[in-house]
């Protein structure tokens, strides 16, 4: 997330910095464009494909926390096991024990790392669904609109943008668009 994070904002910059050199060199020429706003936020918690896609990774989330959860309590039952049979287990019999314990403390390592690389996998994926839908409703929604420029909402919590006034805010429109072309193709 840190990595997309950063990849956002070093875009983002990007943009703007373009945006500023486009302006600064043909301002003489050519009027500035319509520039507009659309809060990211809104448009992946509000949208149904949003909804969808959160919905999902949350189940898988769900999930994998429950097989963590009960991992964890098998470990826990072995190492309680352990200290209340100390004094009664055999010298072999506590070895297997304690080999026991290392084996489960191993398979429950091995299970967060695959749960935290299944759920970045997933979110990516959604990420991806998300975008097949979102894009071109924006590409489209800026061609009938005539829009030059579409900033995120969100490049203010990066420092990238500082200001916009709500008037640009397009997002309601947005939204009802994407959940149109959602509808539309299921």
Known sequence: MKLRNVVLQVLMLTVAVMLGSALTLDAQNAPIGKIVVVDGDRVTTETEIGQQTRSRVSAAANDWQSRLQAG?????TLGQNRQTQALTLSQEALSQLDRDIEEKQVALQRMQDDARRQMERLQMESQQEINEVLIPVLEQMAADTGYDFVFDARM?????MLFFANRLDVTDEYIARVNAASAGSN
């Open 156 to 160: 203010i919590q990066t420092g990238t």
């Open 72 to 76: 964890q309590a098998e470990l826990q």
